[in-house]
């Protein structure tokens, strides 16, 4: 019998660190991946990109997704206000790279804000760090249509505590992730100076790494100033594409991760055994791709994981059968994936459904598990990354930090 603390451990890992830093990791990482943008500014015959600051005020909506936002809550009244303020440097690309043509020539960039919400202190005034990438949908003269998406850590939430915050049950930890999606629309006024107006969804949860993690979401409506640092643009224009060649590929990764499960509703014994406990996961990926064009990549492989949680969740959920700790063969899983990568030079960020075919009948979630993530290329066919695994669709199981080797052939 086997628990938690199993063979698989990296013994270079450090897992105290890991559930309470996750976060650091996470910010070094998108400022590293943020280097791909810059990382050949001196091809010639290719104008440099060319500096944007941008200084936004959002006047969010809160959805009352859960009974904490409805009433549930020390005022016993809606919480359905959120304000932010952001500050953010983006450069636009101008072709240095195949795929930045192939975007239609996206912004990149850094950027902070500080949110808040008036109705309330539970939720706390979370700080975030993000990346940027936009794209245009439509361009006009002095005027523009983009898409955009947003990435990173958000820090500073007042978490959920028993005793000094009991009625937070949405976010049980002081950082998590923070994603935005929106249109925005940029309009021109004189050489440097712009106008932005978006409209967009914000999401804000810590998959599952503690719990509750019921999450939050806003809509998010936006305005911005903008001004460009330098006065004369770069011209953005089309050049030859580098030869494309389809190539195939192998690749071995190794991920870990953290997480707590939901025990607020369970029975007093469940609350006892697991309420304050993290599991950790072991994960194993064999996976073959093609490159079909010069963006994607698609494939399938098998996903070998080791989680000690599956029949602890059996346990919460009523399973009378259930036992914890359980052997090895409770603990195991395998699962078939299907795999697309989307390919932007180094960084890639990936999309895979798995079905499990082998695991505890004592798991109460669903065989059919989705992967959502990024690979970042260190050197050659090594290669780090982070991705959620989740499963109904949105719902996170656990946060997996790879590493990984592929070799093309």
């Known amino acids: 019998m086997l628990n938690d603390k199993n063979i698989f451990a990296l013994p270079i890992i450090k897992l105290q660190m890991f559930r309470k830093k996750w976060y650091v990791f996470l910010i070094v990482s998108f400022t590293s991946i943020l280097g791909f943008s810059q990382d050949s500014l001196q091809v010639n015959n290719v104008p440099n990109s060319y500096p944007t ?11 009352a997704t859960n009974d904490f936002l409805r009433t549930a809550n020390k005022n016993q009244s809606p919480i359905t206000q959120q304000r932010n303020i952001s500050a953010e440097v983006i450069f636009q690309t101008t072709g240095k790279k195949d795929w930045y043509q192939l975007f239609g020539f996206p912004k990149l960039g850094l950027g902070f804000q500080q949110s808040w919400y008036p109705q309330t202190n539970e939720l706390g ?35 959920y505590n028993s005793e000094t915050n009991p009625n937070n049950l949405i976010i049980g930890s002081k950082a998590t992730f923070y994603a935005h999606f929106g249109i925005i629309y940029h309009q021109n006024i004189g050489e440097r100076f712009g106008l932005d107006a978006s ?13 509750p993690n019921a999450g939050i979401n806003i809509f998010d409506p936006r305005i911005a100033i903008t001004y460009d640092l330098q006065n004369e643009k770069p011209k953005v224009s089309p050049r030859k594409l580098t030869d494309f060649h389809s190539s195939n590929e192998l690749s071995l990764s190794y991920a870990i991760g953290t997480k707590q499960l939901g025990v607020i509703n369970a029975d007093s014994t469940s609350k006892a055994l697991f309420g304050d406990k993290n599991f950790t996961i072991y994960n194993f990926v064999l996976l073959y791709q093609r490159q079909v064009s010069r963006l994607s990549r698609v494939g399938a492989g098998i996903d070998f994981t080791v989680d000690p949680a599956d029949n602890a969740n059996g346990i ?23 795999s697309y990568e989307l390919c932007l030079d180094r960084l890639s960020l990936i999309l895979q459904p798995g079905f499990y075919f082998y695991r505890t009948t004592h798991d109460p979630k669903p065989f059919f598990y989705q992967r959502i993530g990024v690979r970042y290329q260190i050197y050659k066919g090594l290669y780090t990354g982070a991705s959620l695994r989740a499963v109904n669709f949105g719902q996170a199981d656990w946060i997996e930090f790879t590493i990984g080797y592929k070799l093309k052939f």
């Open 199 to 211: 409209i967009g969804m914000t999401h804000a949860s810590n998959g599952a790494v503690k719990m």
């Open 125 to 159: 005034s979370p700080i975030a760090l993000y990346a940027i990438i936009e794209s245009p949908i439509h361009k006009w003269k002095n005027a523009q249509l983009d898409w955009g998406f947003h990435f990173g850590v958000n820090m500073n939430w007042n978490p």
């Open 53 to 63: 600051i941008r200084f936004s005020y959002g006047h969010g909506r809160v959805l």
């Open 316 to 338: 919460i959920y009523g399973d009378k059968n259930s036992t914890y700790p359980a052997p090895f063969n409770e603990q195991a899983k395998l699962a078939l994936i299907l």
